[in-house]
Structure formats: structure tokens, C-alpha cells
């Protein structure tokens, strides 16, 4: 007993600040946090979304404004703010259907969710690409 | 919980559990297969200038499908908004002061988009 008291127990704490950077995260876990981080983008640029679908629903006129502003000389950051939308939106939308399916099958395994995770980066980095190579004038 | 009343009422939190998980799980089915719904038209539209894609919104049954999703939107960007706050934001008097900006957000967001709604 006296022996046992003396060995070094493991400590487990949560996750400091200053940790982040040297925190090697499985797969699963950078979809985990990619999709909180998504979310929020989209909540914060929700006025921008708005105001895309007002300028471009409302009249032939505001629908002109809507083309105009990536056209303009701010074009460049009107595209990024764009660029960074679709990223967020398809990282939340196939991640979110990664959860819905994983609540609804009750399958889930530590390879299982390594795989959909590595399918999940995939495809939403992959898609972003070829979406942002359109929206850039690409092709 | 051993006392939560009086001055050591917890003002912020998620005692909702179960309601609000599911709700934010039934109104993500809801937007996914609105954007689906949206792709689809979109893509098998003839052209997309101004008058094909206000068309698509100026359908009735598409008007209402789009208010679904933006209460849809709104109760769901709530839940996953508070729960970042809850779980970064630990003083009370911060954490609901970003809790009220986060709802005068959402539903300033909300009202303006279904005010776009209504015009068309």
C-alpha cells in the first residue's frame, strides 16, 4: 500500500490555450472542431448570406448590384468572403451528415470513424477546390 | 445541483438536453434536403439569370419551404452558437451577454430574410 502510494499517477486535465499547437488531433477530432469552427463562420457572415439573397431575389436592379460588387475592385475580397462560405457550408453540411448518419445507425466504431472522417476532409476540401476554381474564373 | 435558486441560480446553461439536440438534428435534416431541393432546381434550370433564379423562390410551396428553413436555421445556429459559449465562456456575465447578442443576431438575420421572403 505504502508503495502505491508513492507511484506517480497519470493526470489528466482539460486542454490549455497554449497546448493547441503541440495537440496531435485523430482525423475525427479536426472534422470535430472544423465543424464547430464552420458553424460559426456561417453564423457570422449569416448578414452576407442575407444580403445575397435579397440583392439577387429582389429586382432586376439589386440583381445587377449582386453581380456588380464581384466584378468591382473589392471583387477580389467580395469572392474570398464567397470562397470562405462554401468551405464552411459544405464542411458543416457533410459532416453534418456524417453525425446524422452515425445517430442513426448506431454503428460507430474507432476505424469507422477514422474513415468518414478522412471521407469527410476529402470531400469538402475537394469540392471547395473545384467550386472555388469556378468561382475564381478558372474554368 | 444542490441548490439552484435564489442567488445560486445558474442564469445560463443547457438544462434542455434532449429537446434541443433533437431539434438541432430534425432542423439540419430539414436545411440539408432544402439545399437538395434548391441544387436540383438550379441545376435543371434553363438559364440563371435574374428572372429563372427570383423564380424559383416566387413558387408558393418553395416561399414556405424557405420560411421552414429560416426558423429552421434560427433555433439551430442557436443551439450550436450557445453551446460554444458554454463551452469557452466561463463568467456568467459575459457568457450571456454574448447569449443576447447571439439572439438579437439570429433573429435580426431571421426577420430580414423573411422580409426578403415576403417581397417576392
Request: glycine residues 6%; hydrophobic residues 50%; proline residues 2%.
Amino acid at each position: 500500500m505504502a508503495d502505491n502510494a508513492k507511484t506517480p499517477r497519470p493526470v489528466y486535465r482539460n486542454i490549455h490555450v497554449t497546448d493547441i499547437v503541440s495537440y496531435r488531433l485523430p482525423p475525427a477530432g479536426i472534422v470535430s472542431i472544423l465543424h464547430r469552427i464552420s458553424g460559426a463562420v456561417l453564423f457570422l457572415l449569416m448578414p452576407f448570406i442575407i444580403w445575397m439573397f435579397d440583392t439577387s431575389v429582389s429586382s432586376e436592379i439589386s440583381f445587377d448590384e449582386f453581380t456588380s460588387v464581384f466584378r468591382g475592385d473589392l471583387g477580389w475580397f467580395f469572392k474570398l468572403l464567397a470562397l470562405g462560405l462554401i468551405w464552411a457550408y459544405l464542411h458543416h453540411f457533410i459532416a453534418g451528415v456524417r453525425h446524422l448518419i452515425m445517430d442513426a445507425t448506431h454503428t460507430v466504431s474507432k476505424e469507422q470513424g477514422h474513415s468518414t472522417a478522412i471521407v469527410t476532409l476529402a470531400l469538402s476540401t475537394g469540392l471547395t477546390v473545384v467550386l472555388g476554381a469556378k468561382l475564381f474564373g478558372l474554368y | 445541483m444542490s441548490q439552484n435558486y435564489g442567488t445560486k441560480r445558474i442564469v445560463t446553461g443547457a438544462h434542455y438536453g434532449l429537446r434541443d439536440w433533437l431539434a438541432q438534428r430534425i432542423t439540419a435534416v430539414l436545411m440539408a434536403l432544402f439545399t437538395v431541393i434548391l441544387l436540383v432546381q438550379v441545376l435543371t434550370a434553363s438559364s440563371l439569370d435574374y428572372y429563372s433564379w427570383s423564380g424559383i423562390f416566387s413558387q408558393q410551396w418553395m416561399k414556405t419551404l424557405t420560411f421552414v428553413v429560416i426558423v429552421s436555421l434560427l433555433y439551430h445556429a442557436w443551439v450550436g452558437v450557445r453551446d460554444i459559449w458554454m463551452d469557452y465562456v466561463k463568467p456568467v456575465g459575459i457568457r450571456l451577454t454574448l447569449q443576447v447578442f447571439t439572439l438579437v443576431w439570429l433573429v435580426g438575420c431571421a426577420g430580414w430574410a423573411i422580409q426578403v421572403l415576403w417581397r417576392l
